[in-house]
């Protein structure tokens, strides 16, 4: 895996260019800039960026040309929009890249703060190694993919400090001791043909983390995420009950969790595979919904039994009233279904009283905990079963 990130900013004020370029240079990014659309072309065809920060409204070309190009060369940079323009097209534009299959990092809006800057890139700074198919490969073979587990919590009760389940995470540790993170390897995985595979270790480590848990009396649910690549392999329910079975886990306790584009692109296989699941006893969740274009008929016919509302929305809450009536919206048709409802990415006590408010039922995010190996998950659990005890 080779070193050395880098960070090609395109915006026509030099002033704002330089204060994006400064951050990044002291987090340790490579920065070049272009000041116009023909300057971009020019320099991503010199480099390979692994992140870009792109202003909308430039000379030459404007952003909105400049994603349609990212998306026409499949570049696998993350991009931040950074713009003067209101939070309607802010949100527009990052749809339009999230169209063209582009991995869109979080919209800034200027005048832009050091602190976003910083924290913006340094989500990203993983992109020092740069995975291969070989790498990824042989970190399966060599037993260094981890499962982290990030508590999904009941909203209403012990003031959202009960934990009801855990989402099951991949993680891939390095024998260095450091990490690559899941949006440099998952695209690796997915390209490579090592998603059963990959799959297959998280289950595995999952349902085993599950068991322990039982045996030490914690009662919790297990979601596993299950890539829209793999549903069209038919054995796949019958592997993953087999599984359940091997380690003593009900399949009632595991959610497999489908995106809704996934779930959405080819709703005949799914239709078959995703009603297995039932069948077997698993619990079926809709992933990050509101980004795709469901047909409600086919969001009805699918016998999901959860929906979880995707993060963009929820951490939006305070700052986009839209995405506020949107979370109201999703959660008011999930329970209409029948569905329990789970909002993911709550940070803060303005999302977690949103949400609440909305009617979600389950919620996740680092105002709870971010992802954690197993063995913090009992630690957590009994320290808040112990706070809602003393404080009762």
């Known amino acids: 895996m080779s070193?050395?990130?880098i960070l090609l900013v395109v915006?026509?004020?030099p002033l704002i260019a330089d204060?994006?370029?400064e951050v990044a240079e002291a987090i340790g990014f490579s920065v070049v800039m272009a000041h116009d659309g023909n300057a971009f072309h020019d320099a991503y065809g010199r480099e390979e960026p692994g992140v870009i920060f792109l202003d909308l409204k430039l000379p030459g070309f404007d952003g909105i040309e400049l994603l349609r190009f990212l998306g026409e060369q499949r570049s696998k940079a993350t991009i931040f929009i950074a713009s003067g323009s209101d939070a309607r097209t802010l949100a527009a534009a990052r749809s339009v890249g999230e169209q063209y299959d582009l991995d869109m990092g979080r919209t800034l809006a200027k005048p832009l703060l050091v602190e976003d800057i910083e924290a913006a890139l340094k989500s990203r700074a993983g992109f020092r190694q740069r995975v291969r198919s070989e790498d990824v490969r042989r970190a399966i073979e060599n037993d260094e993919i981890q499962v982290h587990f990030q508590p999904k919590?009941?909203?209403?009760?012990n003031a959202g400090r009960r934990m009801t389940g855990v989402e099951a995470l991949a993680r891939w540790a390095l024998p260095d001791g450091g990490w690559v993170f899941p949006d440099q390897f998952i695209p690796v995985v997915r390209d490579s043909g090592l998603m059963h595979a990959l799959t297959e270790v998280v289950a595995n480590k999952a349902f085993a983390a599950a068991r322990s848990w039982l045996d030490n009396g914690l009662d919790l649910a297990v979601s596993v995420n299950i890539d829209g690549t793999m549903l069209d392999d038919r054995s796949l329910p019958d592997r993953l009950?087999?599984?359940a079975i091997k380690h003593g886990v009900d399949p009632a306790r595991i959610t497999l969790?489908?995106?809704e584009s996934a779930a959405m692109s080819a709703p005949a296989a799914t239709m078959d595979i995703l009603t297995?699941?039932?069948l077997k006893d698993f619990n079926v969740s809709i992933d990050d919904f509101g980004t795709g274009y469901s047909s409600l008929v086919q969001l009805y016919r699918l016998p999901f039994n959860e929906l979880k509302i995707d993060k963009s929305f929820v951490m939006d809450i305070g700052v986009n009233a839209e995405a506020e009536i949107i979370v109201e919206i999703l959660a008011l048709l999930g329970k209409k279904l029948n569905?329990?409802?789970c909002a993911e990415g709550i940070e803060n006590g303005a999302m977690l009283k949103h949400v609440q408010k909305s009617g979600c039922d389950l919620g996740q995010g680092y105002l709870f905990s971010k992802p954690v190996a197993a063995d913090m998950i009992e630690i957590l659990a009994k320290r808040w079963s112990a706070d809602a005890d003393s404080a009762a």
Request: net charge negative.
């Open 3 to 5: 070193k050395g990130p």
């Open 241 to 243: 009950a087999e599984l």
């Open 19 to 21: 204060l994006i370029g």
């Open 339 to 341: 569905l329990k409802v």
């Open 257 to 259: 969790e489908v995106t």
């Open 276 to 278: 297995r699941f039932r």
């Open 153 to 157: 919590v009941d909203l209403f009760a």
């Open 11 to 13: 915006d026509d004020e």
